[in-house]
């Protein structure tokens, strides 16, 4: 069945307000009363029913069965030095299937794109909605938090609550990740991903002096939305049970 998304879901019936799911319901789908749909909620919960009604700025479920959220079992976030022209577009698109929690699109010293506060809130606005997009069509049963694009420095301050985090970058003495999993069995686990031109130097002492672990992603330099998702992908699976 057809999936949608709410905040969140009070009592027998659910409403689909949003712009965007009710076209997709109406026009591209084609949905009709009586047909049944599955919804899911900001906790991950899942609820089965069938449209009583479609009217010009709703569609209006009733719940018939519901299912607890599936929790997973490692919390992944990827903090993303953002590339030239669309490409974060696809990142955001790629770690929503791979089931990545939290996703924060990052500024660093060699990051050639500059946003003002403007296109700062126009991309994020877009960024959540392919989240949303994303999440629909690989079944996933929750959202993940794209967060506001923030600095290296915001990043590397507010990692404190991680207990692994890694910093791949392409120079000096680096483990490799499959080694640093073997000492321990982490829950939530923060990477920092740098740019074309890598992290500065003084980036890279600064996520150390703050615990993060150098590691290295192979013998050939990646793109970064290539070493985002080998890395979110490597993780879910190595870390999986």
Known sequence: MHRFYVDRVDGETVSI??????????????????????????DGNEYTGAITAIE???????VKASKPARRSQIKLTIACAIPKGDRMDDIIDQLTQL????????????????LDD???????K??????RNAALQSQRNTLPLVESVTDINGVISQSQ???????????????????V?????PKNVIVLIGPEGDF??????????????????????????????????????????
Not at 126 to 131: D, G, K, L, P, S
Not at 161 to 179: F, V
């Open 17 to 42: 307000t949003d712009t965007g799911q009710l076209h997709h319901l109406k026009d591209v789908l084609r949905l009709k009363v009586n047909d049944g749909v599955v919804v899911f909620d900001s």
């Open 56 to 62: 010009r700025k709703q569609a209006v479920i009733k």
């Open 99 to 114: 089931g990545v929690e939290r996703i924060i699109p990052m500024g660093t010293e060699r990051v050639v794109v500059k």
């Open 118 to 124: 403007a296109r700062k809130e126009a991309r994020l």
């Open 126 to 131: 877009r960024w959540r909605t392919i989240a």
């Open 161 to 179: 609550d991680y207990d692994l985090k890694l910093i791949p970058h392409l120079t000096g003495e680096r483990k490799l990740i499959k080694n």
């Open 181 to 185: 999993l073997t000492a321990a069995r």
């Open 200 to 241: 500065t130097p003084e980036e890279v002492e600064q996520a150390l002096g703050a615990g993060f672990i150098p590691v290295s992603l192979g013998d050939t330099v990646l793109r970064v939305a290539t070493a985002a998702v080998a890395v979110a992908s490597y993780l879910k699976f190595a870390l999986s049970e």
